[in-house]
């Protein structure tokens, strides 16, 4: 896989968080994390970038995907 860039959005009671952090670190895939509970921007860009207020939001080198949907996490990481 080459490198993207990924960005989550996430919270620390978010479990769907969790389980997307701990899928990218088992495939060895750096991210870049914002909390959207420490900073009110991070909250603001996740909506505007997802167009509603879940999480967790991944941003994979533009590619967004809401929530923890494996296959799509794996098709934006292989595109």
Same mark, same amino acid.
């Given at each position: 896989?080459?490198?993207?860039?990924?960005? &989550?959005?996430? !919270?620390?009671?978010?479990?769907?968080?969790?389980?997307?952090?701990?899928?990218?670190?088992?495939?060895? @895939?750096?991210? +870049? +994390?914002?909390?959207?509970? +420490?900073?009110?921007?991070? !909250?603001?860009? !996740? @909506?505007?970038?997802?167009?509603?207020?879940?999480?967790? @939001?991944?941003? &994979?080198?533009?590619?967004? &995907?809401?929530?923890?949907? $494996?296959? $799509?996490?794996?098709?934006?990481?292989?595109?």
């Amino acid at each position: 896989m080459n490198k993207k860039h990924v960005t &989550i959005y996430s !919270a620390d009671w978010c479990a769907f968080c969790h389980a997307a952090k701990d899928y990218l670190t088992k495939l060895g @895939v750096p991210y +870049e +994390e914002k909390n959207v509970e +420490e900073k009110m921007e991070y !909250a603001n860009e !996740a @909506v505007q970038k997802s167009g509603q207020m879940g999480i967790p @939001v991944l941003d &994979i080198d533009g590619q967004i &995907i809401i929530g923890f949907d $494996r296959p $799509r996490i794996d098709a934006a990481l292989k595109a």
